[in-house]
């Protein structure tokens, strides 16, 4: 009697051994373009981030109003503070959030905890019967994971001309013509320089065109 054809216990496990080696090689297929997908996405999440806050950034700021935040000792108003981390001024929200008027709004350059930095921006109400202002819940990210950053100020001089920029601005009664915005993401984003002109409405400001006014034309 001739014996039934079958397979060897050696054929078998050769057969296991590719079946292994084929299910590593999908499984490492799957799992690298899953890591791409993941970073694919957090990269375009990144790049949104980026675009949206400096959108923001540049539209708040360009709305800025020279309305008084504080006063100082000697009870004259404060129209915009700035720090090489923090500033603070008044500007109308997009939106239904504009319905509220002109809020005080602070962007600030805290510590993450792990080394790094975020951008945070902060609402207030200015009451308009002089009451401190009342903070408006909890402050927003617009920008995180930052290894550097600072804020710099321009002006003019009282002959008009541009001054130097300078990391802190020290005239209370006017606004900045320019403010200017520079990060260093700790990843590999590129945060592009931001440039954002502001608007002159304070009495300072309006007394030095009149006085330039004057000097080009005088009477």
Same mark, same amino acid.
């Given at each position: 009697?001739?014996?039934?054809? !079958?397979?060897? =216990?050696?054929?078998?496990?050769?057969?296991?051994?590719?079946?292994?080696? &084929? &299910?590593? !090689?999908?499984?490492?297929?799957?799992?690298?373009?899953?890591?791409?997908?993941?970073?694919?996405?957090?990269?375009?999440?990144?790049?949104?981030? =980026?675009?949206?806050?400096?959108? /923001?950034?540049?539209?708040?700021?360009?709305?800025?109003?020279?309305?008084?935040?504080?006063?100082?000792?000697?009870?004259?108003?404060? #129209?915009?503070?700035?720090?090489?981390?923090?500033?603070? #001024?008044?500007?109308?929200?997009?939106?239904?959030?504009?319905?509220?008027?002109?809020?005080?709004?602070? &962007?600030?350059?805290? %510590?993450? !905890?792990?080394?790094?930095?975020?951008?945070?921006?902060? $609402?207030?109400?200015?009451?308009?019967?002089?009451?401190?202002?009342?903070?408006?819940?909890?402050?927003?990210? $617009? /920008? %995180?994971?930052?290894?550097?950053?600072? /804020?710099?100020?321009?002006?003019?001089?009282? %002959?008009?001309?541009?001054?130097?920029?300078?990391?802190?601005?020290?005239?209370?009664?006017?606004?900045?013509? $320019?403010?200017?915005?520079?990060?260093?993401?700790?990843?590999?984003?590129?945060?592009?320089? $931001? %440039?954002?002109?502001?608007?002159?409405?304070?009495?300072?400001?309006?007394?030095?065109?009149?006085?330039?006014?004057?000097?080009?034309?005088?009477?």
């Amino acid at each position: 009697m001739k014996r039934a054809a !079958g397979f060897t =216990l050696l054929e078998i496990l050769a057969a296991l051994v590719l079946l292994a080696l &084929l &299910l590593v !090689g999908v499984y490492s297929g799957i799992a690298s373009a899953s890591r791409s997908v993941r970073s694919g996405t957090a990269t375009i999440e990144r790049m949104d981030q =980026l675009r949206s806050a400096q959108r /923001f950034l540049r539209r708040e700021l360009a709305q800025s109003v020279a309305a008084p935040i504080s006063r100082t000792d000697r009870g004259e108003p404060v #129209y915009f503070q700035g720090s090489a981390r923090e500033m603070r #001024y008044v500007a109308p929200l997009p939106g239904y959030l504009g319905k509220l008027g002109p809020q005080l709004q602070q &962007l600030q350059l805290v %510590d993450d !905890g792990a080394g790094g930095l975020r951008l945070e921006l902060r $609402l207030a109400l200015l009451p308009p019967d002089g009451r401190p202002p009342q903070a408006l819940g909890e402050p927003q990210v $617009l /920008f %995180d994971h930052i290894r550097a950053g600072s /804020f710099h100020y321009r002006g003019t001089d009282p %002959d008009g001309a541009a001054s130097p920029w300078a990391s802190e601005w020290t005239t209370d009664r006017s606004l900045p013509e $320019l403010v200017r915005i520079e990060l260093q993401p700790q990843d590999r984003t590129s945060w592009p320089r $931001l %440039d954002v002109p502001l608007r002159i409405g304070s009495m300072e400001a309006g007394g030095l065109l009149r006085t330039n006014l004057l000097r080009r034309n005088p009477p």
